[in-house]
C-alpha cells in the first residue's frame, strides 16, 4: 500500500505529558507533512520538513525526519485538551503530484 | 473569510440518485484536490486539478466526475449512488502542484441510504 503507517493509532495521555506519533513510509519523498483533524472538521497544515531536512520546530511541535528508516515522528510537547484531535502525516512524493496520507493517530488529552 | 469552502456540508440520499458536491478556493492557489476519508479514516486522494488540467485520477468508479470551470472551483458530480459512496469528501487546494502545503474545507458528510 502507498499508505503511510502511523503508531499508535490511538493515544491517551494526561494534560502537560509529551505526546509522540511516528509516521512510516516506503516509496522516496520530497517532503512529509503532519496534520490535525478535529472531531468533525477539516484537515489543518501543521508543519513540513523537506526530505534534506532532519528537524523542525514549531511552537510546541517537534518533527524529526529519518530518510534513511523512512521514518518521521511528531513530538507535541506540555499537551493541552485542546491538543485533542487525529493527527496524519503525509508524503509529499518524489514521482507524482500526490500527497499520500497516513492513517492517522488519534489523540486523547486528559484534562 | 473561509479559504476552502465546499457545499453542502451534509448531504443524505437514497441509492441510484446522482448529486454534485461544490468547492471554491479564495486562496488564488493553482491546484485543487477532492479527497475520500472513510468510516476508519483513511484519506484517499481521488482527484486533482491543476490550472483547470486535471493531472490525478485515481482508480475510483467513473461514476465520479469531476469538474473545473476555472482554478479558483472544483466540483464533484456522482452518478447513480451506491451505498458504499457513504463518506466524508474533503476538497483541498495547495499553492502548486508540488506537493506544497494543502488547505482543506470542512468536508461533505455524504450518507446514501
Known amino acids: 500500500s502507498q499508505q503511510g503507517e502511523e503508531d499508535p493509532q490511538a493515544l491517551s495521555i494526561q494534560e502537560g505529558e509529551n505526546a509522540t506519533m511516528n509516521c512510516s513510509y516506503k516509496t522516496s519523498i520530497n517532503n512529509l507533512q503532519w496534520y490535525r483533524q478535529n472531531s468533525g472538521r477539516g484537515l489543518v497544515h501543521l508543519i513540513l520538513i523537506r526530505s534534506n531536512e532532519r528537524e523542525k520546530h514549531s511552537g510546541r511541535l517537534r518533527v524529526t525526519l529519518d530518510t534513511s528508516k523512512k521514518s518521521s515522528s511528531l513530538l507535541i510537547t506540555a499537551s493541552r485538551a485542546a491538543d485533542t484531535a487525529s493527527y496524519f502525516c503525509a508524503r509529499g512524493m518524489d514521482s507524482s503530484y500526490k500527497l499520500i496520507f497516513g492513517s492517522g493517530t488519534r489523540l486523547l488529552v486528559r484534562p | 473569510d473561509t479559504a476552502v469552502s465546499q457545499t453542502p456540508k451534509y448531504l443524505v440520499t437514497q441509492m441510484g440518485n446522482d448529486k454534485s458536491i461544490k468547492c471554491e478556493q479564495n486562496?488564488?492557489?493553482?491546484?485543487m484536490y477532492w479527497y475520500k476519508q472513510d468510516s476508519k479514516k483513511f484519506l484517499k486522494i481521488m482527484f486533482s486539478y491543476n490550472n483547470k488540467e486535471l493531472i490525478i485520477n485515481e482508480t475510483v468508479p467513473n461514476r465520479f466526475s469531476p469538474k473545473s470551470p476555472d482554478k479558483a472551483h472544483l466540483n464533484l458530480h456522482i452518478n447513480s449512488l451506491e451505498l458504499g459512496d457513504s463518506a466524508v469528501y474533503f476538497c483541498?487546494?495547495?499553492?502548486?502542484?508540488?506537493?506544497?502545503?494543502?488547505?482543506f474545507g470542512q468536508g461533505t458528510r455524504l450518507t446514501v441510504v
Open positions: 486562496l488564488g492557489h493553482d491546484t
Open positions: 483541498a487546494s495547495s499553492r502548486t502542484a508540488s506537493n506544497t502545503e494543502a488547505f
